[in-house]
């Protein structure tokens, strides 16, 4: 999480996109994989299911208002490729990440 905000300040800074390469052909891949592995955290953050859906949850919000504040301070267009791909990266790393926390440690999900 702490690199994910540090990447959100970062953006905000005047010709930071060309040194954090947020244009080019790998550009949806810089999307994805932070988010996959916020996803795959956030479903190791604890054992109590809610706590995990928040931080899950959590991470999905921070992808689209790292988005918005791109938008607010450079062109003023949502780039809603990004935010689906944020998206899909928080999903992808929460499935991996139940299913490894399964897979290696079964536990009882404790409920809210």
């Known amino acids: 999480m702490v690199l994910a905000a ?3 300040v970062l953006s ?3 010709d930071s996109r060309h040194w954090l390469h947020t244009t080019g052909r790998l550009h ?4 994805f994989l932070p988010f996959a592995v916020l996803g ?12 995990r859906l928040s931080w899950v949850l959590f ?7 790292m988005e ?4 607010l301070r450079y062109d ?6 990004d935010v689906w791909m944020d998206a899909a990266g928080v999903a992808a790393g929460a499935v991996a990440g139940w299913l490894v926390s399964h897979l290696i ?6 409920d809210l």
């Open 40 to 51: 795959l955290l956030a479903m190791w953050a604890s054992p109590l299911l809610c706590v």
């Open 12 to 14: 905000q800074f005047a």
């Open 28 to 31: 949806g891949w810089y999307h």
């Open 105 to 110: 440690s079964p536990r009882e999900e404790e």
């Open 68 to 71: 918005l504040g791109e938008a």
């Open 76 to 81: 003023g267009v949502l780039e809603w490729h």
């Open 6 to 8: 540090i990447a959100m």
């Open 59 to 65: 991470a999905g919000m921070l992808g689209f208002a």
